[in-house]
């Protein structure tokens, strides 16, 4: 990703753009503000922020090296390819992080992880980054340990509304890292000569006939399968079993006529760049990274809204030290400085501020704060029980050719 892409920030939509380049949101970014207001994942509302990243933490003191497993994408990173409040991070507390980003793909993760767990070897990991519904699956397996919230203090920073999660009840063992959408994403330029315009906000648009072999999909069902059902008039937060049937049964009508070209996690992105896919069902903070020549959009239909969260596997080797990092995430100030270069929504209370503080449009952002209005716009794809999971994550995988 080259910096001129980011550098003519005035060309984004106000709805798109990510509001400072690399080099003016780092010197910006010491900046902060002593206000609170929270962004309760969409609906702002004032409430008081707690406890600062600097309080006393009398626990068990973190040394060593975090080991870090995430998504690709997923942190701020400057022009020497450095990860800025990671450094910081590491600086203030004499920790270091090796941060991998080795997660492309839920399913693909956990089967790496699976073996050392079930045969109660170390993962190597201090921390790893599951969406919901997975990390239930992590923690209903007894593979992540209960976290010490004496270590994290900030923790009282989080949310009202992602507080109290079905898979975790007072997050015993989970920590929310981003939440984002699941939705359309373009190649504006291959866009628009393929079908004549820059713009994308149908489904119908991704499987126009002129976009043939140049599509990706999510490998993620519930990104990927959940948008299909909500354009076909399914609700993806109450469905049946015939209606996820149907779904899967058209995307394998557009995998034969060669529609889609393949399924793929976050390394969808390097395809957009080089132009070898148009577009995609992606995620909203890769586009915005990616800058002002790709599009994201929620479809007409609604998209999917997700949440990555941070957990502690059992037996990691710096449960402490994994603490302390996400105690640190958990400050309003670093949790905007996060923000601002990642574009997806922040689960701190006191963010939302700090971020205006670094530019006021980037608080307007609703990638990153959204309201309730754009909410209305997403679904958050229903709960499956074991027999479902098991049920419907073997017809996907067959439909992905595993």
Known sequence: ?????RKDLSKLPPELRPFLSRR??????GVTSAAAVAAACGARTSTDVATPVD?????EAAT??????NWTLYI???DAGAYPTLDKFVAAESIDVDYIEDYNDNNE????????LQSGQPTGRDIVSPTDWMAARWISNNYTEELDKANIPNEANLIDALRNPG???GRKFSLPWQS????????KAKLKEAIGTEDMTSVDQLFDPRLKGKIVLLTELRDTVGVVMAWQGADPTDFTTDQFMEAIDFLQTQVDNGQIQQFMGNDYAVGLENGDITAVIGWSGDLVQLGEDFGFALPETKGNLWTDNLLIPVGAANKAGAERVMNWYYDPAIAAELAAYVNYISPVKGAEVEAAAIDPALAENPLIFPTAADLEKTFIFMSLTPEQEDEYNAVWQKLLGN
């Open 180 to 187: 984002g959408y699941g939705g359309l994403g373009w190649n």
């Open 1 to 5: 990703m080259t910096e001129e892409k």
């Open 55 to 59: 309080a006393e933490i009398t626990t």
């Open 109 to 116: 993760f956990w089967a790496k992880m699976l073996p050392l």
């Open 167 to 169: 898979f975790d009840p």
């Open 64 to 69: 060593g090296t975090v080991v870090w497993s």
């Open 24 to 29: 003016a949101f780092l010197a910006a970014a």
């Open 76 to 78: 701020d990173v400057d």
